[in-house]
């Protein structure tokens, strides 16, 4: 069994912090389905913009509203106004095809992207 790359959504803007917030990262429904995160999934995060890196869990936010709170004491690592990337991991025993989005600053999906000899394409 190994841990492989099954969900990741690249390039996303972090639009809240919020270390009140009883811990987890809350993402748009759209992004969710399109990388097939489930809530309550733990994932990794990520800073592009800072190389900090963390793992929790993912709550359901609001569709089409282009959600990424980061909550709880996570927020102390990764601030509102960040780029991101968000990775879901599946323990498989064969190769897994992974569900990449790259989005744009507002997280829309801009393109699917699918990995080749080690580089990743658009699909």
């Known amino acids: 069994?190994?841990?492989?790359?099954r969900s990741k959504i690249h390039?996303?803007?972090?639009?809240?912090?919020?270390p009140d917030y009883v811990g987890s990262v809350t993402i748009d429904r759209d992004l969710m389905d399109a990388v097939d995160l489930w809530e309550g999934e733990k994932v990794l995060i990520a800073s592009v913009s800072t190389g900090a890196r963390l793992?929790?869990?993912v709550?359901?936010?609001?569709?089409?509203?282009?959600?990424?709170?980061?909550?709880g004491a996570?927020?102390?690592?990764?601030?509102a106004g960040e780029r991101v990337i968000i990775m879901g991991f599946e323990i498989a025993e064969k190769p897994v095809e992974p569900k990449v989005v790259?989005?744009?600053e507002d997280n829309r999906i801009v393109e699917h992207l699918k990995e080749e000899a080690g580089v990743m394409i658009g699909v």
């Open 11 to 18: 390039l996303a803007t972090v639009t809240e912090a919020n």
């Open 59 to 71: 709550i359901e936010g609001e569709r089409g509203s282009g959600v990424i709170a980061i909550n």
């Open 55 to 57: 793992e929790t869990y």
């Open 74 to 79: 996570a927020a102390h690592l990764i601030n």
């Open 102 to 104: 790259l989005v744009d």
């Open 1 to 5: 069994m190994r841990s492989l790359l």
